[in-house]
């Protein structure tokens, strides 16, 4: 079936099963490979995109859930590159492999737009559900909170 | 399948290729490169700034490069292009190895470009991305290569000016002469180029000095824009014109294959195309594909279903009774009969039998799988009889030689290209993916891409090994250690690459058991034999993991038992600075060394003791803590580094948390230190994750664990919070050594040995779990 959403502000309609896991329907359909499959279970946070500026796993949602609403990936977080949290994640040189890095900054955007006033726990909590492995960990949150604070 | 795809995608060749070979510089590089350009550099004879050592890279499969013309090309524009042959997969060599060749050629940053290099071993030499060796072999190559080219430009710039070329000056990124000429690289770029390549006796070296980038840790990583947009290419997201997506449904028992096959409802599910059965293996199989059902389909959802949907009936073969528990058993029972001794110094038997006591523990590891956070994926491309990868591989060319030996094919007509690695901790050492990938490719005629599930990853792994260490000393009448007798027992990588006949081999005891650096007169490592049951394979510090996990935890426990201060203790173990004598310490004759020669990277005990102290220094070692905290010490040398780690422990309603972690770290001389620290920071959070939850349990033949749910990793919420890496400052002439891999082994004893401090708990078994 046709289903068509916004992605990245631009209109989008993809001819494919509602069922189909907006991550897949991303990546094999739209063609945008920065959101990343790690577990596919909900349970690392690769894939993480904003639906209607919400963090959402890709890999749970289904391309049926966002007909007619808003899906930004990371390669429409911020149209030169420059979101704040992308800005803080250069400046702490946070990322060593980078693999999860695309669902780890569309987490962190989410997280500091709903609370800018967030505190270290906050963001402890908030990322929890964003794996590394590399074990970037120190510096994720201290770009997170350079991000939100200025700190 | 074509009609979803955006007319680019559809365009081919790749879009992904092309990104990945000519890097994004990052604004910040730019800005630094100018910051540093007034600081002109001096040039001296290789004696003063630069004395040659020996390495292991000679011994690695093709040797290493030193031809210039193979690594850097300059443009008319004056753009260095700079070929980086090792695999990025987060350690950062990608930018680092680079940039020793940019610095000493004394080029702008801003100015280099970077293209990476498909396996081509006998064009670049080894690219073997693994034992923690890409800057430990090419800082040299790349010092020799870019002083090459530099003279090369100085020589080409004094003949276009008629002047001694010993009065021309290359100064970053510009060639002057005694005359004030002043040209900036791009002149003379062809005509250097075409210069012939300098041997390395007429090579001056930048005095260390002089070092813009080397040393200082302000050349960010080449990708970091790339992978704070989305736009970092990794082994999935090669695009290909008409590319289809496989998965397959391997045999959940090594070895096993399957009896009936029903596909009928695999192929109605709409995107499904085609069903195709790949031959399996037995091990030994090196790193042949596991075999197995796979279905192709036009995007990745519908090959999932499809997966799904296939009805198998498995013959699970030999190894279908392997069961951790039971085999756990079995190794404690075999490391009371050790059969190989492979180091034997003194009189282990008398020291025993003159012992006023003994001291016995016996240490466990499970199996861990390295779960990179990409899972293994590759992409095939089978053309006119030639084929192309595209694949996230540590070992390109090993890669490319194992592809074409499957498939029967000529080495020549099977070309690899290395994307970015999302991890690689040594899983991606062992591309059987590509393999599949290629075998598919060829099969249907289509561009293939074979992707990995986080279930395939965690069930299929190469894993690293299961252990049993059992560790006896005997003990005089004044409490002095008189006797060590290190029993090791575990299946061996070896079992993966030839018969298994169930010893280590040399590169394991190499890893922490005969190299034990203890001042202990009566010395036996020995080893019984464990067959192997599943592919075992090296995992990020291989087997120093479990060595330094149970001779670190002795030490503290033989403090405990003796009542002594537990650094006091270790410091007394490792006795005296002193340079090991292989001979005298009855070594064996092949003892490893990471491969390297021994009198260029010996084994110094002042460099353990002093990594100790500096760690537990900086951690307060011996201060007061509050009730249910503690502090642990361990400290271990691996791929010729030092790296002692200091842990505070804070066990909360039974939850264990690490919020600090100090590390000790001598590695020698140091090209990039801010990629250190990264690398340290993470080894303390891959180091926390093996302790507490990294446990892989087999039932039946078959893997119990399937994802992050039941094989779960640290997290933001519990992580060695502030992790400080404390870097014995050297010269170059202290060789550079291992980075990679030798934070890991530390961190899980002093842990451990932090928990026991904080609760009296003392816990031998790996994964600890996540509480107590």
């Not at chain 2, 426990?557 to 310490?585: C, F, H, T, Y």
Request: aromatic content about 8%; hydrophobic content about 45%.
């Amino acid at each position: 079936m046709s289903i068509t959403f916004t992605l990245n502000g631009a209109a989008q309609t993809l001819d494919a099963p509602a069922e189909m896991p907006l991550l897949w329907a991303v990546r094999d359909l739209a063609g945008l490979t920065g959101t990343k499959y790690g577990c596919g279970a909900g349970l690392c946070g690769a894939c993480t995109v904003h639906v209607d500026g919400e963090a959402v796993r890709s890999c749970l949602a289904t391309l049926g859930e966002v007909e007619g609403r808003s899906v930004t990936t990371i390669e429409g977080l911020d149209p030169e590159g420059e979101h704040p949290v992308q800005q803080a994640w250069r400046e702490f040189n946070v990322p060593q492999c980078g693999f999860c890095q695309a669902g780890q900054i569309m987490q962190a955007a989410a997280l500091i737009s709903a609370k800018p006033d967030i505190t270290d726990d906050e963001i402890l909590a908030g990322m929890e559900g964003n794996v590394c492995r590399c074990g970037c960990y120190q510096r994720i949150v201290a770009a997170v909170r350079h991000a939100a604070t200025g700190i | 399948m074509l009609s979803y795809l955006p007319e680019d995608l559809r365009a081919g060749p790749v879009r992904a290729a092309e990104t990945l070979a000519f890097a994004t510089l990052d604004r910040r590089s730019v800005l630094l490169g100018g910051a540093a350009a007034f600081a002109l550099a001096a040039f001296a004879r290789p004696s003063a700034a630069f004395e040659p050592y020996p390495t292991g890279a000679s011994g690695m499969a093709n040797g290493v490069r030193t031809d210039p013309l193979l690594f850097v090309a300059i443009d008319a524009e004056g753009t260095v292009t700079i070929t980086a042959h090792r695999s990025e997969m987060g350690q950062g060599s990608r930018t680092s190895v680079p940039m020793v060749l940019a610095d000493e050629l004394d080029a702008d940053w801003s100015r280099v470009r970077l293209v990476q290099a498909p396996g081509d071993e006998p064009k670049y030499g080894n690219q073997d991305t693994d034992g923690s060796r890409s800057l430990r072999h090419h800082i040299q190559p790349m010092r020799q290569m870019g002083a090459s080219v530099r003279l090369m430009l100085e020589r080409a710039a004094a003949k276009a000016w008629g002047v001694d070329p010993a009065s021309v000056k290359v100064a970053f990124h510009r060639v002057e002469g005694p005359a004030g000429q002043s040209a900036d690289f791009g002149a003379f770029a062809e005509a250097a180029m075409a210069e012939p390549v300098p041997a390395f006796e007429e090579l001056a070296f930048k005095d260390p000095a002089d070092f813009r980038y080397i040393g200082k840790g302000e050349v960010q990583i080449a990708d970091l824009r790339d992978i704070t947009t989305g736009a970092a290419v990794y082994g999935a997201d090669v695009m290909l014109e008409g590319m289809r997506t496989a998965l397959i449904a391997r045999p959940p028992v090594v070895g096993g294959v399957p009896k009936r096959v029903e596909t009928a409802a695999a192929l109605a599910i709409p995107g499904v195309e085609e069903v195709v059965e790949l031959k399996g293996s037995i091990m030994p199989a090196k790193f042949a594909p596991l075999g197995g059902i796979a279905v192709i389909a036009t995007n990745t959802w519908a090959a999932e279903q499809g997966r799904d949907a296939l009805e198998i009936e498995w013959e699970d073969g030999p190894h279908g009774g392997y069961e951790s528990a039971a085999y756990r058993e079995e190794m404690e029972a075999a490391s009371l009969n050790p059969d190989t001794v492979f180091r034997d110094q003194g009189d282990v038997p008398g020291a025993f039998a003159a012992a006023a006591r003994t001291v016995e523990r016996r240490y466990y590891q499970a199996h861990m799988a390295h779960i990179p956070m990409e899972p293994p994926a590759a992409v095939a491309r089978f053309e006119d009889g030639k084929l192309e990868v595209w694949a996230p591989v540590q070992s390109p060319y090993t890669t490319r030689t194992d592809i074409a030996e499957d498939l029967g094919m000529d080495p020549a007509d099977v070309t690899v290209h290395v994307t970015l690695l999302g991890g690689g901790f040594g899983r991606k050492s062992k591309a059987d993916y590509a393999t599949e990938a290629a075998r598919l490719a060829k099969e249907t005629g289509k561009p293939v891409r074979v992707q990995w599930t986080r279930e395939d990853d965690i069930r299929h792994s190469f894993f690293h090994t299961a252990s049993v260490e059992r560790i006896q000393v005997a003990l005089d009448a004044e409490d002095k250690v008189t006797g060590w007798h290190h029993t090791s027992v575990a299946p061996s990588i070896l079992s993966t690459f030839a018969p298994d006949g169930g010893n280590q081999f040399f590169i394991e005891t190499g890893m922490g058991h005969v190299d034990m650096p203890f001042d202990i007169p009566n010395i036996r490592c020995d080893n019984a034999k464990a067959l192997a049951h599943t592919r075992i394979g090296w995992f990020r510090a291989v087997s120093n993991i479990p060595r330094a996990w149970a001779v670190q935890s002795f030490a503290a426990e033989l403090a405990e038992e003796l009542g002594r201060d537990q650094k006091e203790m270790l410091l007394e173990l490792i006795g005296p600075a002193r340079v090991l004598d292989v001979a005298a310490s009855a070594m064996p004759e092949d003892f490893w060394n990471y491969g390297e020669v021994y009198d260029e990277y010996p084994i110094e005990t002042g460099r353990l003791a002093a990594v100790l102290e500096l760690a537990a220094e900086k951690a307060g070692w011996g201060r007061s803590l509050p009730e249910g905290e503690g502090i642990g010490l361990a400290v271990h040398r691996s791929f010729v580094s030092y790296v002692a780690a200091a842990a505070r422990v804070r066990v909360v309603d039974g939850v264990i948390r690490v919020p600090e972690v100090h590390f000790g770290l001598d590695c020698g001389f140091v090209a990039n230190p801010e990629r250190v620290r990264s690398q340290m920071e993470g080894a303390a959070v891959m180091g926390m994750t093996a302790a507490l939850h990294s446990g892989i349990t087999f039932e039946d033949g078959r893997v119990q664990q399937s994802n992050f749910h039941d094989y779960d990793v640290v997290r933001a919420d519990n992580f060695p919070e502030a992790v400080e890496v404390h870097i014995v400052e050297q010269p170059f002439s202290v060789h550079a050594a291992g980075v990679g891999e030798p934070g890991v082994p530390p961190i899980l004893p002093a842990i451990g040995n932090a928990i026991f401090n904080a609760t009296g708990k003392r816990l031998r078994d790996l994964p600890l779990g996540p509480t107590i």
